[in-house]
């Protein structure tokens, strides 16, 4: 074992990544289904949708799709005013609302539920701050300074990092996008943040991401690396090593 920094190769950590990746998404359409069902989603959104029927109906449209490439004008006013009188009607407005609402929140506690597990429960149990991909593709975490990661910066590194910053901000401001909300510093913000992680990768030493910055981590090779328990156990290794480079210079 070698107590310089062992990085991590790229394609290890984008294998363990990957890996990590799937499973949280899988998880999290778990959790997100089991609210859905618990907040009766299906039912406010079937409420949601006779009304789409009752006005499209109204004025002879599909307001449910999108307006068809060969429809006449007719259709295109007809369909208008049933958008329209959708949006005046206070009821199916604030169903919308809620359905909106209940989405995000469904995508948001399923996430934080699934990156606790994977980013956070395990990488303790593990060990080294090693996930089940970091575990099989031989690579873990520790603090900058060659000590184990504690579980302070491996909370910072999971939920502010990777769930706050890296994952539900991107979420919300495509969200935003999707819903006509967008505004142009919004998309300046997500293209910021892709911006900052492309550069914090090529140009800082330990090749860090966002959440390795704010945690003051590093993602190094397991089969290399020598991890210390504590500062003192790091510092007393290195005197060792300096004292015995020192002696065998003076033996020459």
């Known amino acids: 074992m070698i107590y310089d920094l062992q990085k991590a190769s790229l394609l290890k950590r ?18 997100a289904a089991l609210i859905s069902r618990i907040a009766k989603f299906d039912v406010k959104y079937q409420q949601f949708d006779a009304y789409m029927v009752k006005y499209g109906e109204e004025y002879g ?6 307006i068809p490439d060969d429809a006449s004008q007719e259709y295109k006013d007809n369909y208008n005013k049933a958008n329209e009188a959708l949006a005046k009607d206070k009821d199916a407005m604030r ?13 948001s506690i399923g996430l934080l539920l699934s990156f606790l597990i994977f980013e ?5 149990i593990l060990k080294n701050g090693r996930t089940l991909g970091k575990k099989i593709f031989q690579i873990g975490v ?10 302070f910066a491996l909370f910072a590194r999971a939920l502010l990092g990777k769930y706050a910053v890296e994952t539900m901000v991107p979420i919300l401001i495509l ?17 910021a943040i892709l911006i900052m992680q492309i550069v914090l990768i090529i140009a800082t030493k330990t090749n860090s991401l966002i959440h390795d910055v704010l945690s003051s981590t590093v993602v190094v090779d397991m089969t290399t690396q020598l991890i210390f328990n504590s500062k003192e156990e ?14 065998k210079a003076e033996y020459k």
Do not use: W
């Not at 956070?120 to 303790?124: A, D, E, G, K, S």
């Not at 520790?142 to 579980?151: A, D, P």
């Not at 790091?234 to 015995?244: F, G, R, T």
């Open 120 to 124: 956070f429960v395990l990488p303790i």
């Open 234 to 247: 790091m510092i007393q290794y290195k005197e060792q090593v300096h004292l015995a480079e020192v002696e």
């Open 175 to 191: 969200g935003l996008i999707i819903l006509g909300r967008g505004t142009v510093v919004v998309v300046i913000v997500l293209f």
């Open 61 to 66: 449209v599909d307001i449910k799709n999108v």
């Open 95 to 107: 169903l919308y609302s809620i359905l909106i609402n209940l989405a995000f929140l469904m995508i």
């Open 142 to 151: 520790m603090q900058i300074n060659g000590v184990k990661i504690n579980t």
């Open 14 to 31: 984008f294998s363990a990544f990957l890996l990590d990746f799937i499973l949280i998404c899988i998880v999290a359409v778990g959790f």
